[in-house]
């Protein structure tokens, strides 16, 4: 079992920018791609971006601008994804990944889950 532990939520201004980290209790952390997705009160789930094992390659859904950036450091064992320009709909619990394959934007498509950081948006 691969332990992901999110942090670096919290609330907002609008415009404001945050920067989420995923730290992973796991010496293989490099082979997996991870992803980030978000979850607000009555939605699906969303793929909000991933990443590949090296940091390289970075795939952003169509639903998502380029406010947000993730990245990786396979050194730290860590995932960030950080965000700018937040508005009030960006609120939502916020979830690392990890894939043994690939970091696509279904959800089936990853192993391992944190807990989830909460972001809060206000106007």
């Known amino acids: 079992q691969v332990q992901l532990v999110e942090s670096g939520g919290g609330v907002v201004q609008a415009g404001g920018s945050l920067r989420l980290s995923c730290v992973a209790f796991e010496r293989t952390f490099s082979t997996y791609a991870m992803g980030w997705f978000r979850q607000a009160p009555g939605k699906e789930r969303e793929f909000v971006s991933g990443?590949?094992?090296?940091?390289?390659?970075?795939y952003v859904p169509n639903s998502i601008d380029g406010r947000f950036t993730v990245s990786r450091d396979n050194a730290r064992n860590a995932l960030y994804l950080q965000m700018n320009s937040l508005t009030p709909e960006d609120t939502a619990m916020y979830y690392c990944?990890?894939?043994?394959?690939?970091?696509?934007?279904?959800?089936?498509?990853?192993?391992?889950w944190g807990q989830g950081t909460q972001v809060t948006v206000s106007s």
């Open positions: 990944a990890a894939s043994r394959i690939y970091a696509a934007h279904s959800p089936a498509n990853y192993d391992f």
């Open positions: 990443v590949n094992r090296d940091g390289s390659t970075i």
